[in-house]
């Protein structure tokens, strides 16, 4: 399913390219300071293109990383206290029963006393 979505876009964006260059055939002039240029009108257009997908690309990245990074600090923060709840669970469980034990010891040690 994903080679096939893949494939539209590049397909769509093959299609703009040639369209872009089939309507603007006219020379555009690029002067750098010291490099003059002289490129199809078209193909300028498809370079800025391509440039703001890839910055836009990079861009959408660098968020997707920060986002897995906070989500695995945080999954790590949240292991955590669910180790911590279910150690607190065991203490409370063990402290329940020796409190219950605590509590039928002393009866059992009344029943077991001599008579006089």
Known sequence: M????????TSAFLLLGLVLGVLNPHLAEFDLFFYHVEF?????????????MLIGALLIKMQVTQLKWRLGKQTR??????DEMVHMKKQLLEAKQQKSLDAIQPANQNNHLPSP
Do not use: D, E, T, Y
């Open 2 to 9: 994903f080679k096939l979505i893949s494939l539209l876009f």
């Open 40 to 52: 199809p009108l078209g193909l300028a257009m498809a370079v800025m293109l391509v440039i703001g």
């Open 77 to 82: 923060l949240n292991q955590k206290q669910s």
